[in-house]
């Protein structure tokens, strides 16, 4: 340490007025002092409790305006809580998402939404940063660890809708909810996390399989606990595979709302996703596909409704500036399902989108749709023209 923030060291210490003499008053320090002092105590006692106390809290923050303008030659059903919802134009949000390391053992995290009538409490978590033997906490309002799309936010999809499996199986805004995470890195020679979570159903916004809790939590059964065990592999350097298993429980959906009780809700699925990029590639081209398959099953008052949902995407980056993809998605239906009474067949939806980015912070989105409902003869073809704008900084998205 040098001499003199040792000395500034050993001087912060003292009692107030050390140096004071007999009948003075102490002598307090200049705001220039203050900070000088602080300084360099934070430089040369990194882990200190002054570091934390004394300095501020920088908060990384970011503005994300999403809005559509669509067309369609017949009807529109969107099961998502921020898809365009038919002709003209749509907000599907502006999102403010607001994050920062407290101290060295929480950040913390958030994402409101702002709507046209609504403000959308999306997240807001506390996440451990300095657990042992691999582990990490978060509690708050949070996105469910369900799946690929699910914990995905509106400004990292790679089309302007949500996909159909999230929004039927799951919810139109899918899984969250107020609780609490475990999960564990093990120390494997490739990556392997679970985690493990309990959490509070939401209305019919979020989780709409499960049965809603109006009032307080009477025991661990009115909660819906999610699983989830997710691996890479590096095939190559060029080339990574992603693939991961979920599972979700929980009290079902009551389909009277004058019965007391019904059975139980679960949801498995599992996804994978690759990956290739190769690392010479002076335009940074990258290739993606993704697919992702879920199975339903709630036990109601006299019987058992089983469904399925499924999708599959391929996004090929054509440049920094270009991107195109396709996605195909399928559902199955159920006679009299309480959910979705029109729904007793499969639904098939199939997407073209094509992206420019002009910069890291903008990006626009043209996307053909063409979506065979159940209950309709002929498919609804659509068009849809999505505009981005983001304003601050914003993390990094996962893998």
């Known amino acids: 340490m040098k001499p003199s923030n040792l000395l500034l060291l050993a001087i912060s210490l003292l009692p107030a007025g050390a140096f004071a003499q007999s009948g003075d008053e102490p002598i307090p320090l200049t705001l220039d002092e203050a900070g000088a002092l602080d300084e360099a105590l934070a ?60 101290d060295p053992f929480f950040r913390i995290d958030a994402n409101i939404v702002f709507m046209l009538e609504a403000i959308e409490f ?69 990556y392997l996390l679970a985690s493990m979570s309990l959490q509070t159903p939401g209305d019919g916004c979020c989780n709409r399989a499960f049965a809603t809790v109006d009032g307080p939590i009477n025991d661990a059964s009115d909660l819906y606990a999610t699983g989830r065990l997710e691996q890479f592999f590096e095939l190559t350097p060029d080339l990574g595979l992603n693939w991961g298993l979920s599972a979700q429980t929980g009290n079902a959906a009551r389909a009277d709302e004058e019965t007391a009780s019904a059975g139980t809700t679960t949801i498995v699925g599992s996804d994978l996703y690759l990956r290739f990029k190769p690392q010479d590639s002076t335009l940074r081209r990258a290739t993606a596909l993704t697919a992702e398959f ?106």
């Open 294 to 399: 879920m199975h339903r099953s709630r036990a109601l008052p006299g019987r058992t409704l089983e469904d399925d949902a499924a999708y599959a995407q391929f996004v090929q980056v054509l440049s920094p500036a270009w991107e195109a993809g396709v996605r195909y998605e399928w559902a199955s239906g159920n006679a009299s399902d309480p959910l979705d009474p029109d729904w007793t067949s499969d639904r098939t939806r199939t997407s073209l989108q094509a992206t420019y980015y002009p910069s890291h912070f903008s990006r626009l989105r043209l996307q053909l749709v063409a979506d065979q409902l159940p209950w309709q003869k002929d498919p609804t073809l659509g068009g849809l023209l999505a505009l981005e704008v983001v304003a601050g900084a914003h993390g990094a998205h996962s893998y």
């Open 43 to 102: 430089a040369e006692v990194p882990n200190s409790p002054y570091r934390w106390a004394s300095t501020g809290v920088a908060l990384d923050q970011a503005f994300i305006l999403d809005v559509t303008a669509a067309a369609f030659d017949g009807e529109r059903a969107e099961g998502g809580g921020h898809d365009p919802a038919g002709n003209g134009f749509t907000l599907q949000g502006l999102e403010w998402a607001v994050g920062s390391n407290i």
């Open 122 to 190: 999306e997240e807001g978590y506390a996440t451990t940063t300095a657990l042992p033997l691999g582990l990490q906490a978060r509690a708050g309002q949070f996105l469910s660890r369900f799946g690929r799309a699910n914990p995905v936010h509106l400004h990292a999809w790679n089309f302007a809708d949500a996909p159909i499996a999230v929004t039927k199986m799951l919810g139109e805004d899918g899984s969250r909810g107020l609780g609490a995470e475990l999960s564990w890195l093990a120390p494997t020679p490739w």
